[in-house]
């Protein structure tokens, strides 16, 4: 036997709108979005989660650059305060130097690494063949 004349067996003329409406209350309650909405949302897709290119409100690629190199700048310098204040016997502890001294380690090292792989990527493009 069919497997679709099994259902259509249970499915009387009468019932089949009842039955159709209670399917999609269900569907709509468990998440399920019926084909009928999914046609009627149409094909486009929307762009609301990537910025357009010469958006105001999207970061610019030089402005990350210059704030990466420009926090860079103020934790070394930050960093060189604590070690003075250390090295004077000002009101600075120890643990908060090395600290200090360690983000701007790292923060350093993460600017190194980013201007790498920059670098890398711009070698891998003139070597492309145009």
């Known amino acids: 036997m069919n497997p679709l004349a ?5 499915i009387t003329p009468e019932n089949r709108v009842g039955q159709a409406m209670s399917a999609a209350e ?3 309650k468990s998440g399920i979005i019926p084909s009928q909405e999914l046609k009627t949302l149409g094909t486009t897709p929307t762009t609301d989660a990537v910025p357009a290119i010469g958006n105001a409100s999207a970061p610019q690629f030089n402005s990350l650059l210059s704030n990466l190199v420009s926090d860079v700048s ?3 310098a930050a960093a060189s305060q604590a070690t003075e204040g250390v090295l004077t016997g000002k009101n600075v502890s120890l643990h908060q130097a090395v600290i200090a001294m360690e983000e701007a380690s790292i923060s350093f090292q993460l600017m190194v690494e980013v201007r790498n ?7 891998e493009l003139m070597r492309m063949q145009v």
């Open 26 to 28: 269900s569907a709509t």
């Open 117 to 123: 792989k920059l670098l890398d990527s711009y070698q």
């Open 74 to 76: 103020t934790k070394q």
């Open 6 to 10: 099994a259902i259509r067996q249970f």
